[in-house]
């Protein structure tokens, strides 16, 4: 636990190390010097140690163009070097470079910071020579290691005895960030460290990503004095940064750590696979050591290939254990194909399963039955497991080394079982294979103890890093070895099998649920069908009646209205096989029928769904609303509106709140008509809920309570607020022009909604409409008269209308389908874009069908 000794408030951990701004450290190590050019080639910065090497005075080279401190040739060669730097992280080196006369020859490098060229240079201290022979020496020993270990070790060895460190370790971040050193290659009569795990705060998150830019580190020194850059901020205010600087210097905290460990120079370089830090080559000398550029920049090639044989060593060794959990996977298909009582049998399964992924027990849980093999855990806390698994896995492999991280109170089991893989083999998050691993009891090997209280070092309130670097021991308990990324990989192969074998075991039952549920859905289709037609046929009776007596023209507008609001709502409801359908769509089909401005009807509320007989209601309900103020309230005047709000309530009840505004003034009503009393009466009495009206003089109010049984869960993201479509009122004038010159051909098997429709389309301008019952009575027709568009309804009793389809798509004449089917209608592939009336009929889906149809 961190203390606080200085009382200034802020605990002081290893997390300071992350909050260090090493890479505008603003000084770099004395074994070379930097200069800064601007984009012109202008010298901008340099550091201080300048004249030590080229003679010049610092504030002599400020603004000065670089040809004028440095030789011609050597500014020509780092012009052309910049010109190769490729991307914003890449640094080009020269060597043995003549930079100014008299002064000897430099090792240099240039990179881009920001909008600057860095130039970096030390002293050159002598060739390597065949680099190119010695490269290939050292791979050709590389690629003879027969084991992964052995690979280790060879790299380490290579680089040692190419920078000549006292010691190079090859060291692996662990995924918590924890690093282990899995090979080493050190003078006698050091010590070892190999085995050693170190905690992941001893490399900060900063100084990762800069590994990840910056391959190659050095520090000769450690108790070299740093040299400062200047000037430390520029025009703007801003440092250098110098993430790519390769003598950027070293953090106090840094120099102190490897001070503790006796450390005077060290080195690292990047091992990087697949983009993500694997680990480095961690070199430590114990006196002053800085290899030249030309050692660094071999040492670095080598790494990079080290890492590319690393890539491909693994993959190889991944794809070969994945091919044998293929072959096990295969063999576990096969078996439980021939022979489904294997899936219970869970010894049966920890033999298969384990010969891919190491376990020492498995656990079954299939259709609430549970089975065990090997060490697992009691039977309530496997079931505790599953349900757990169920929040968490959500249908994918889950797995972890410390169940406790999933449930807790685990110390019942967790000397035995500790860590867990769960394979679903179902579609939802229900059955499982449970691979099950127990603790490894293992005592890890810390450089120091990497929980040892902080104490306040020389620089100040900062940590000082660990001064006993000396093995320390710690039991780790609770927690099993991990599950790797490739068992994982296997484990969802085994998951696709497992769920395969389920369903084909399924198939046969299936088959017979997809049969009953056919006879189903064609009973289902054939009712809708039938409602479908007989609203049709009763909207169709009563509007040829109004013809003969024209008192009863009112009274027709207000069943007919009434009957299309069910028709439309039982639409609504069949679409999914007589399931819930959403309240903002019935609203929206109200304001399509009766609305002209597209704001008249506001909504707002989550996303609901009303079950059938709540629909049914709330649509006739909702009609005479709209009704009513189309007549007298807010909708009958140009500046009037109406809000639909709904919440609810803490039971769970749905309250829905209509609100007229804007309209003229409200009286209420001296008698109660029929309308009034299905607003009033019909929630109550049909849904088990309340209703309340109010007329109130500056606008009608209502409000609803639907009991919670009636409204069903809603998918999707919540409406806040929803706009409906203008559409045209609900007596709907039609586009007299609509069908003007067209002769059409009307199909149609029940004579009444023959006569409604041909009546429609009269309204609608046709020049004549001939209609038939039969395939062949319309095949007449057509070879009679050929028409110039068609409406077809699908079902005719004996048959379908495709046959008619067919002849009239071959000669090219326009037509459309009728149906009382819904979304149970199935077309020929020919006919599948062709545009769908849904019955009964009224202008004004005819009319929509038809603006699709016919050209502009």
Known sequence: MSTDPLGTGSAVDLTNCDREPIHII???????????????????????????????????????????????????????????????????????????????????????????????????????????GMVRSMFARLDQCKNMTAFYREGARQIRALIQFDRVMVYRFAPDGSGEVVAEACRPGIGQFL?????????????????????????????????????????????????????????????????????????????????KLWGLFACHHYSANNPNFERRAVAELFAQMFCMRLESRERQDTMEFERRARDISDQLLGA?????????????????????????????????GYAFSGQCPPTEDFRRIIRALNTTAAGKVYATDHIGSLIPDTYRFSDKVAGLLAIPISRSPRDYVVLFRSEMVRSVRWAGDPHKPVEYGPNGPRLSPRESFAEWKELVRGKSRPFTSSELRVAETLRATLIEVVLRLSDEATAERQQASDRQELLIAELNHRVRNILGLIRGLIRQSQASDPALAGFVKLIDGRIHALARAHNQITEDHWGPAPLQSL?????????????RIRSSGEQVMLNPLAYSTMALVLHELVTNSSKYGSLSVADGHVTIAWNFSAKGDLLVAWREVGGPPVREPQRQGFGTTIIQRSVPYDL???????????????????????????????RVIH????????????????????????????????????????????????????????????????????LLDINLGIGTSFPIADVLHEREVPFMFATGYGEQAKFPDVHRARPVVQKPYTIGNIARALATLLPD
Not at 91 to 117: C, T, W
Not at 587 to 599: C, G, K, L, P, Y
Not at 733 to 762: C, F, H, K, M, Y
Request: net charge negative.
């Open 26 to 132: 603003g000084t770099i190590q004395p074994s070379g010097f930097l200069i800064a050019l601007t984009a012109d080639w202008l010298i901008a910065r340099a550091s201080a140690n300048l004249p030590e090497f080229i003679g010049w005075e610092l504030a002599d080279t400020y603004g000065r163009s670089l040809d004028e401190v440095f030789l011609p040739q050597a500014v020509h060669d780092l012009r052309n070097r910049t010109t190769m730097l490729r991307n914003e992280d890449a640094v080009e080196r020269m060597f043995d470079v003549p930079l100014v006369a008299g002064k000897g020859n430099f090792d240099v490098a240039v990179h881009y910071s920001g909008g600057q060229i860095v130039i970096e240079a030390e002293p050159s201290r002598g060739s390597l020579g065949d680099v190119t």
């Open 195 to 275: 085995g050693l795990h170190y905690p992941a705060s001893d490399i900060p998150a900063q100084a990762r990503q800069l590994y990840l830019r910056n391959v190659l580190r050095v520090i000769g020194d450690v108790h070299a004095t740093p040299v400062p850059v200047l000037p430390a901020l520029d025009e703007t205010g801003a440092p250098l940064d110098m993430s790519l600087s390769l003598l950027r210097s070293v953090s106090p905290i840094h120099i102190e750590y490897l001070k503790n460990m006796g450390v005077d120079a060290s080195m690292s370089i990047s091992i990087i696979v697949d983009g």
């Open 336 to 368: 439980v194909a021939s022979d489904e009582t294997l899936l219970r049998d869970p010894d049966w399964l920890a033999d298969i399963l384990t010969h891919a992924i190491a376990a020492d027990g498995v656990g079954v849980w299939l259709s609430g």
């Open 587 to 599: 609203i929206d089909a109200e304001a399509a029928t009766f609305m002209v401005d597209s704001r």
């Open 688 to 718: 088990g809920g309340e209703a309340a009206v109010r007329f109130q003089e500056s606008g009608f109010k209502a409000d609803f309570c639907i009991p919670k049984r009636h409204v069903a869960e809603a998918s999707g993201a919540a």
């Open 723 to 790: 706009f409906p479509k203008s559409g045209p009122g609900h007596v709907e004038e039609p586009p007299q022009n609509l069908l003007t010159g067209q002769r059409v051909l009307l199909v149609e098997d029940s004579l009444i909604i023959a006569l409604d429709a041909e009546d429609i389309l009269s309204r609608l301008g046709a020049e004549s409409v001939v209609t038939a019952g039969s395939v062949d009575a319309a095949l007449d027709l057509i070879d009679a008269a050929r028409p110039t568009i068609a």
